[in-house]
């Protein structure tokens, strides 16, 4: 079995592949091939489609950056599992990202687009297959959870100790895109490109789902959620020279308060740094959930 290109047309399919495969996430199974479908600039993306009997039965959707070839999705559906198919398209993965002068292949660790950042370890059938495949892991990190039954709005007080500083908090529209940028870059260098696309997606949505705190013109803090995935919440930051005022939590309140409202019943905050945990469990009681590795290969010039 050799896999092809995939195109447009595969969609509907995968989709359906994708919403009896994925059972630990049931909410949006069916869109994660469309997500990831797409060209996201500063990537080539490579979509890899298997076919039996006429049909597609497993796709592979990966993306190139570079000496870095990320691979993002991987699924076969259930009846054609066991033969094989999972390993075909991993190996013709493997030797396109090879040849297009990638000298790592990661399943996990993309900042542009993703669905996860590495793989759930309770979808261990694939996450063996990847061992087994000379993969092994380079991080672990963690989701955390917080239930969206009970989500309290910001205190009066809190907004009152903010009123008291100088600061404004309000939802984020279009035009504020350049000043969300400024305060990314200004204040997160490594990481500012990436906030950067996030913030601006966010922006441009309608009701945008981004909250900003300033002090006057200048962004001193913002939180999103819903960028990637319905469920995921962030990012979040506030300017180190205004913590201590209660920005980050009242953001933070506004922006679960938003997910709730759009009917999401459990907000993922996903990719959590370990020094983050402490603040995220207590200004939004989140509990410790999802884990992920992140898996890396090295390819050689005769990648299988």
Same mark, same amino acid.
């Given at each position: 079995?050799?896999?092809?290109? $995939?195109?447009?047309?595969?969609?509907?399919?995968?989709?359906?592949? !994708? !919403?009896?495969?994925?059972?630990?996430?049931?909410? +949006?199974?069916?869109?994660?091939?469309?997500?990831?479908?797409?060209?996201?600039?500063?990537?080539?993306?490579?979509?890899?489609?298997?076919?039996?009997?006429? $049909?597609?039965?497993?796709?592979?959707?990966?993306?190139?950056?570079?000496? +870095?070839?990320?691979?993002?999705?991987?699924?076969?559906?259930?009846?054609? /599992?066991?033969?094989?198919?999972?390993?075909?398209?991993?190996?013709?993965?493997?030797?396109? %990202?090879?040849?297009?002068? %990638?000298? /790592?292949?990661?399943?996990?660790?993309?900042?542009? =687009?993703?669905?996860?950042?590495?793989?759930?370890?309770?979808?261990?059938?694939?996450?063996?297959?990847?061992?087994?495949?000379?993969?092994? /892991?380079?991080?672990?990190?963690?989701?955390?959870?917080? %239930?969206?039954?009970?989500?309290?709005?910001? =205190?009066?007080?809190?907004?009152?100790?903010?009123?008291?500083?100088?600061?404004?908090?309000?939802?984020?529209?279009?035009?504020?895109?350049?000043?969300?940028?400024?305060?990314?870059?200004?204040?997160?260098? +490594?990481?500012? +490109?990436?906030?950067?696309?996030?913030?601006?997606?966010?922006?441009?949505?309608?009701?945008?789902?981004?909250?900003?705190?300033?002090?006057?013109?200048?962004?001193?803090?913002?939180?999103?959620?819903?960028?990637?995935?319905?469920?995921?919440?962030?990012?979040?930051?506030?300017?180190?020279?205004?913590? $201590?005022?209660?920005?980050?939590?009242?953001?933070?309140?506004?922006?679960?308060?938003?997910?709730?409202?759009?009917?999401?019943?459990?907000?993922?905050?996903?990719?959590?740094?370990?020094?983050?945990?402490?603040?995220?469990?207590?200004?939004?009681?989140?509990?410790?959930?999802?884990?992920?590795?992140?898996?890396?290969?090295?390819?050689?010039? %005769?990648?299988?």
């Amino acid at each position: 079995m050799t896999p092809r290109d $995939g195109t447009d047309d595969d969609l509907p399919a995968l989709g359906a592949i !994708a !919403a009896a495969s994925f059972d630990l996430d049931p909410e +949006d199974a069916a869109e994660l091939p469309r997500l990831l479908w797409t060209e996201d600039a500063g990537t080539t993306r490579i979509r890899l489609v298997a076919e039996r009997d006429g $049909g597609p039965v497993g796709v592979l959707l990966g993306s190139l950056q570079g000496d +870095d070839a990320f691979l993002d999705l991987v699924v076969v559906a259930p009846a054609a /599992r066991g033969a094989g198919i999972a390993r075909a398209l991993l190996a013709a993965w493997e030797r396109r %990202a090879a040849a297009s002068g %990638a000298t /790592r292949s990661r399943a996990g660790e993309n900042l542009r =687009t993703y669905a996860w950042p590495g793989v759930d370890i309770r979808y261990t059938a694939f996450l063996a297959m990847l061992l087994r495949s000379g993969y092994t /892991r380079a991080k672990t990190v963690y989701n955390m959870d917080v %239930a969206l039954d009970h989500v309290p709005a910001p =205190t009066p007080d809190a907004l009152a100790r903010l009123e008291r500083a100088g600061l404004t908090v309000r939802r984020g529209e279009p035009g504020d895109a350049d000043a969300v940028g400024e305060h990314a870059l200004r204040l997160w260098s +490594d990481i500012s +490109d990436v906030w950067f696309r996030e913030t601006r997606a966010a922006l441009h949505r309608e009701p945008p789902p981004i909250f900003l705190a300033f002090r006057g013109e200048q962004v001193v803090g913002f939180a999103a959620h819903g960028i990637h995935r319905p469920s995921l919440y962030g990012p979040i930051a506030t300017d180190p020279a205004e913590q $201590g005022h209660g920005i980050g939590a009242v953001l933070s309140d506004l922006c679960l308060a938003d997910m709730a409202a759009r009917g999401v019943q459990v907000a993922q905050i996903g990719w959590v740094a370990e020094t983050a945990i402490p603040f995220y469990s207590r200004t939004a009681g989140a509990r410790l959930g999802r884990c992920f590795w992140m898996m890396k290969k090295t390819l050689g010039g %005769a990648a299988r």
